[in-house]
């Protein structure tokens, strides 16, 4: 029988509402810990568990057949994907922030600064947009602590309430980009994977239609 694989977070912000999501939506899926998959036992659904980062390219590969996955990592990588849903949760905003007691009136401040992001793509195009140069210091994590160290003058990473910049010294000046999680589909499903995933798109709307 055909089945729809599914790309969700192993662990981190997005695993338990993915998890809950699915729940909502009437399946049942035992994700016991440490487990890279799963099967749900009442739809045709496999479950994989990935960093966040690589499901764009499982899904892309036909690895995955569909995953959910912030927008700011399928921007990030530059995948061609329709987004199939929106899913209202995983929330927050990709900003630029500088040193809190830094003058800031506009993008043109950050002309020739340093950036210090782990989202050196998205951030080149809104720089490019707003004909601005600066030096884009890609890092993987910790971004806040760039310019307390010295690191740059500035940063662009994801923020939801802004403590963690506040307690870095830093006011946030640019929002770059408003991202939630989404559901992103393989471009080549097959019939039977079409409609299955319909079918699980079609729960999902009514979940979302239920909390609103
Ligand atoms: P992984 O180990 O899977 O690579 P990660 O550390 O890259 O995990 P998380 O911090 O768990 O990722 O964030 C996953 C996603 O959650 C982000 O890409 C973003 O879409 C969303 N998110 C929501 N709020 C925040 C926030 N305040 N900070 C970071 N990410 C957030
Ligand atoms: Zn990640």
Do not use: W
Not at 112 to 125: E, F, M, N, Q, W
Not at 142 to 150: D, H, K, L, R, T
């Amino acid at each position: 029988m055909q089945k729809l694989r599914i790309a969700i977070q192993k662990s981190g912000r997005l695993h338990d509402d993915s998890i809950k999501l699915l729940k909502e939506c009437g399946i049942d899926i035992n994700n016991g810990v440490n487990k890279l998959k799963t099967e749900a036992s009442n739809f045709p659904l496999e479950v994989f568990f990935l960093r966040d980062d690589d499901i764009p390219q499982y899904v892309e590969d036909g690895v995955a057949d569909i995953g959910i996955v912030g927008e700011n990592v399928v921007l990030e990588k530059n995948r061609p994907f329709q987004t199939v849903e929106k899913l209202g949760f995983g929330k927050c905003r990709l900003s630029i922030a500088v040193d809190k007691s830094a003058q800031y009136n506009g993008v043109k401040d950050l002309q020739g600064l340093r950036i210090a992001t782990s989202y050196p793509v998205i951030v080149d195009k809104f720089l490019k947009d707003n004909k601005v140069e600066a030096e884009i210091h890609e890092i993987s994590g910790s971004v806040e602590i760039a310019p307390g160290i010295g690191l740059a003058e500035a940063i662009c990473d994801l923020v939801s309430s802004g403590s963690t910049l506040f307690m870095n010294g830093l006011k946030e000046v640019e929002t770059v980009l408003k991202s939630e999680a989404i559901l992103v589909a393989n471009s080549q499903l097959n019939g039977e994977q079409q409609i299955l995933l319909k079918k699980l798109q079609f729960r999902i709307q009514a979940v979302k239609k239920a909390k609103n």
